[in-house]
């Protein structure tokens, strides 16, 4: 079997920004949530068997209070965000389940169920569906792999080193010397990703760079003063790190049969019509009766 697990939170902003808007039978703007449970729908019809979708709950987690720059909702729409929790609750009574977190974030339930099912002998591939370069590091052979929907792009552990420049247990050294704009960390002064792919192909981490640069063994321009840099703030880089690197909570997925799609709940076709898309009740039920026949 292939498991899929989507990152639902992109998939809310996707929708949001890409879809027509659509209100409810309650007045409430719910465009993406139909958009998000209508493409999950799509993924069912497409022949997708074991499924689960990740959400931020809250905006911050954890990472907040190790960062003060870092990603806290600021400037999200707020039409978009009324949006998530009725998402959750429409994914939950379509059947699917849903992760929604708190005080870790939807990569890191991402990053958690695919190491599970990674685990599990009888899944043949993990598809990890975000295009999240924090999730990187989860890639794994052609076992578990991430997956582009919008621009239908895979990218197995070949295209993590080809697109990087590095292989995937080095993402977040990596992310901890360039930085990551959408999460709010700058990385290094100086540091880019050419230098940073180039030095961490060679030694794959940023506390197995030898503060020498004339020890490197590869060709870096501005080689002294990155070194001098790393040397300086290497305290700051272990906490970009550690802000990078994903937490695995196996609690998350007691096993993989909690992921088979088995038909939405009783009140699936309530909900659809007050979100004023009826159609998708059909659909499911449609699939349903189909597999369970």
């Known amino acids: 079997m292939n498991v899929h697990l989507v990152d639902g939170t992109y998939e809310l902003f996707r929708f949001f920004y890409g879809a027509p808007s659509r209100v409810g039978s309650r007045g409430a703007e719910v465009g993406a949530v139909v958009g998000v449970v209508g493409s999950v729908l799509g993924m069912l019809e497409e022949g997708a068997t074991h499924l689960g979708v990740a959400t931020d709950h809250v905006v911050e987690s954890f990472r907040n209070q190790m ?68 999730l990187a590091q989860c890639v794994t052979g052609t076992r578990v792999v991430q997956l582009d ?4 792009v895979l990218v197995d552990e070949e295209g993590v080193r080809s697109k990087f420049g ?17 999460d709010g960390y700058p990385g290094l002064p100086g540091w880019g990703s050419r230098s940073a792919a180039a030095v961490l192909a060679r030694w794959e981490s940023i506390d197995a760079i030898p ?16 070194a001098a840099t790393l040397r300086r703030e290497v305290g700051r880089a272990r906490l ?30 309530a909900l659809a019509a007050e979100l004023g898309a009826p159609s998708l009740a059909g659909r499911a039920e449609r699939l349903a009766s189909g597999r369970l026949g």
Not at 166 to 182: E, F, K, R
């Open 166 to 182: 590095v292989g995937p247990a080095s993402i977040p050294d990596y992310l901890a010397l360039v930085g990551d704009t959408a």
């Open 149 to 152: 929907r919008r621009r239908r």
């Open 240 to 269: 970009f790190k550690s802000l990078a690197t994903l937490r695995v909570e196996r609690r998350l997925l007691p096993g993989v049969d909690a992921l088979r799609w088995s038909g939405p709940e009783p009140g699936f076709a």
């Open 67 to 134: 960062w003060p720059g870092y990603k806290d909702g600021s400037g999200v729409d707020p039409v978009l965000w009324s949006q998530a929790g009725p998402l959750e609750d429409a994914l939950r009574c379509l059947g699917v389940p849903v992760w929604a977190m708190v005080d870790l974030e939807a990569d890191d339930a991402l990053a958690s169920v695919a190491a599970v099912a990674a685990d599990d002998p009888a899944v043949e591939r993990v598809v990890v569906c975000s295009p999240d370069k924090d």
């Open 211 to 226: 503060p020498d640069p004339r020890d490197w063994e590869v060709a870096v321009r501005g080689a002294p003063g990155l």
